[in-house]
Nanobody, 123 residues
Framework: EVQLQASGGGLVQAGESLRLSCAAS????????TAWFRQAPGKEREAVAC????????QYTDSVKGRFTISSDNADNTVSLQIQALTPDDTAVYYC????????????????WGRGTEVTVSS
């Protein structure tokens, strides 16, 4: 059974960094494309980053380029999201998701979802 568990969220100050982790079970992170989404209060869920199952290449939504880094670790079967220079606009619940297909920024493309981890950034 494929399962994803996101962790690492919390309350941080603007300008600080945070590392979110998505622990995968039931599959190897190299076998599925994995993405991070976020949903801010009152807003739709949006994709922020994805790592390809084919070649490990990464994609980011424009608003986070240069501050977010997605990576996978085969040793502990996790996909991480490093976030630098947090701003209050990054406040959201962050979710990891996986698909047997390739990276997509559409939520409906993903077959598996983990529970979110909440990130709150104070100014």
């Amino acid at each position: 059974e494929v399962q994803l568990q996101a962790s690492g969220g919390g309350l941080v100050q603007a300008g600080e960094s945070l590392r979110l982790s998505c622990a995968a079970s039931g599959f190897t992170v190299d076998d599925l494309a994995t993405a991070w989404f976020r949903q801010a209060p009152g807003k739709e869920r949006e994709a922020v980053a994805c790592i390809s199952r084919t070649d490990g290449s990464t994609q980011y939504t424009d608003s986070v380029k240069g501050r977010f880094t997605i990576s996978s670790d085969n040793a502990d079967n996790t996909v991480s999201l490093q976030i630098q220079a947090l701003t209050p606009d990054d406040t959201a619940v962050y979710y990891c998701a996986a698909t047997y297909f390739e990276c997509s920024f559409y939520a409906q493309s993903y077959d598996f979802w983990g529970r979110g981890t909440e990130v709150t950034v104070s100014s």
